[in-house]
């Protein structure tokens, strides 16, 4: 009877060991992305010295912010053909400089598009023009980013786009007029802050809280305060730049922040394609995705 007693202590210690076990497994995985569904997309696409982001929503519709230089449209359209798409619902140009609104014209002429919003600045550049006429042509009209504009927002699927600076342009600095957008999905929050510099930081309202950051213009010094990346604080952090660019982005005062913070730091002059995947909950990673600067 001892013997049986010590034999059922014994097996229900080994029981307890293995249930244990089992937990701290379940809590490895539950950590693990392999074991979710993501069902949005951010590829933060690698134009070089640029930025062009591309958004696959929870609600099978697309949007694109910013487009990177002149010389780029064809090859981010094949990416946005190759994952199955002949429209872009939401095309959003930050600000009007080269380096963002570049191949824009292209994108407009070449796909189906449905909004388009850019900030109410006016540039006499060829290409903004011929920007704007490409919008004309496909009977759209350019809606003006500013703060307080929702984009984009599902109920059901529980997410929102919604624009929350510029409050006023800066005709002098083209920077500060950014289009900074905020996008939620369920409990994940992605922050788009195009090339905002500390005047414009300065006079956002909305909580910029968010899990996921673009860095502003190229990680550059002037647009990343230490005090507006701490508000931030992302878990993962994502520098759009060329590689050995003429600015020296990004700046080593903007990465020693950025190390000091509890978040993964990706850059497409080393990662290539970044794209960030989550269900709403989760989120995963994958880099070294296609090289858009090298297919001209």
């Known amino acids: 009877m001892k013997h049986k007693n010590l034999l059922s202590a014994i097996f229900a210690a080994f029981m307890l060991i293995v249930m244990l076990c089992s937990c701290d497994i379940a809590d490895i995985f539950a950590e693990n992305t392999s074991d979710f569904t993501p069902d949005m997309y951010v590829h933060f696409l690698d134009v070089g010295q640029g930025d062009s982001i591309f958004i696959e929503l929870p609600n099978g519709k697309t949007m694109l912010i910013d487009s990177g230089e002149n010389y780029h449209g064809a090859a981010i359209l094949s990416y946005i053909k190759d994952r199955g798409y002949d429209k872009i619902d939401y095309v959003v140009g930050t600000h009007p400089h080269s380096d963002h609104i570049g191949s824009m014209a292209y994108i407009v002429r070449n796909i189906k598009i449905g909004s388009v919003y850019m900030p109410k ?163 995963g990673v994958e880099t070294g995705g296609e090289v858009i600067e090298r297919a001209k």
Request: aromatic residues 6%; negative net charge.
């Open 121 to 283: 600045v006016a540039t006499n550049t060829v290409m903004y023009e011929k920007l704007l006429e490409a919008v004309e042509k496909k009977n759209r009209k350019i809606q003006n980013g500013r703060a307080g504009i929702t984009i984009a927002r599902d109920k059901d699927r529980d997410f929102a786009a919604r624009i929350i600076a510029p409050l006023e342009v800066d005709e002098k600095n083209l920077n500060n007029s950014s289009v900074m957008i905020l996008l939620d999905y369920k409990d994940a929050t992605f922050l788009f802050t195009g090339d905002a510099e500390k005047d414009e930081l300065n006079t956002i309202k909305a909580d910029v809280t968010a899990d996921v950051l673009k860095v502003g213009h190229h990680g550059s010094r002037n647009a990343n305060p230490k005090d507006f990346l701490k508000k931030v604080d992302p878990q993962i952090a994502v520098i759009s730049c060329g590689v050995d660019n003429d600015y020296g982005h990004p700046h080593k005062e903007t990465l020693k922040i950025l190390s000091e913070m509890d978040c993964d730091v990706y850059r497409t002059d080393k990662d290539q394609t970044v794209t960030v995947y989550t269900d709403g909950e989760k989120l």
